[in-house]
């Protein structure tokens, strides 16, 4: 089986929201006009997902972060270049929202990542799990960890996301299913790396837990913008595949899209 799995994209266009004072999306307004598109080129986002079209692959996964700042222009940009990877592969693409695709309450609110990009939305109002058979032997779980921070980029394991994802695991164990979980965020890092306060998943712990006891065939994820493959001695039968930032310009061959 061949796999492909991109993420971080980061669409991205200057502008403003109705919540332009929210302190998110000032500073990230900010972040943007003086540092984050030289980083983010516009043209490698629409060469990703051009090249995405082009591929042969039995599953495309893409673990979050289509958007910078949930703008609708940011989205209104993505679903044009998704829209031939949809075409071309139909249920076969799979994913999943990240957190700067929750970027604000209003954005959340309003439910843009929904409307925008239905094809990577829970079906279920409100869930943040979802699920998709493949065959017999493979089911596909994605869940949503993110959620609006005023200045950090944090996620959470929280209450509901643990219960849901528990009964989702547990059914396709049931079912004698191996599974690919794909998530936003890492739950372990290689030693070289900072896991830096407020980037990381809060009660990650929890995420840890529930590999550990269900051994998914692979997580794959994306959120820290440098691409790795490491087995957490917490969760060795589970190989951890970061797959980076697709819209990166970096001088670091980790990082370079």
Known sequence: MKVLHFGDIHFWKLGTDR?????????G????????RWKFPPAYAQAVAQEVARQDAD?????????????????????EAFAPIRE?????????????????PLSVRSRRFEESLPFAAS?????????????ERLALIGFDCSHPCRIRSNGTMTDQLVAELREALEA?????????????????YPPEVEISWEHKLLEMERLTELVAEFKPAAYFHGHKHIRWQLRPPETPETPCLNCGAAGMKSSSEEKQA
């Open 123 to 135: 079906l279920i109002e409100g869930a943040l799990t979802r699920s998709h058979v493949v065959s």
């Open 88 to 104: 071309k592969f139909g249920d076969r693409l799979f994913a999943i929202p990240g957190n700067h695709d929750r970027y604000t």
């Open 59 to 79: 599953l495309v996964l893409f673990s979050g972060d289509f958007t910078t700042m949930s703008l609708k222009a940011e989205y209104r940009m993505a679903a």
């Open 172 to 188: 396709q164990c049931e079912a004698g299913r191996q599974v690919f979980l794909v998530g936003h965020y890492p739950y372990a």
């Open 19 to 27: 919540d332009f004072y929210y302190p998110k999306r000032a500073l």
């Open 29 to 36: 307004s900010v972040n943007l006009t003086l540092r984050r």
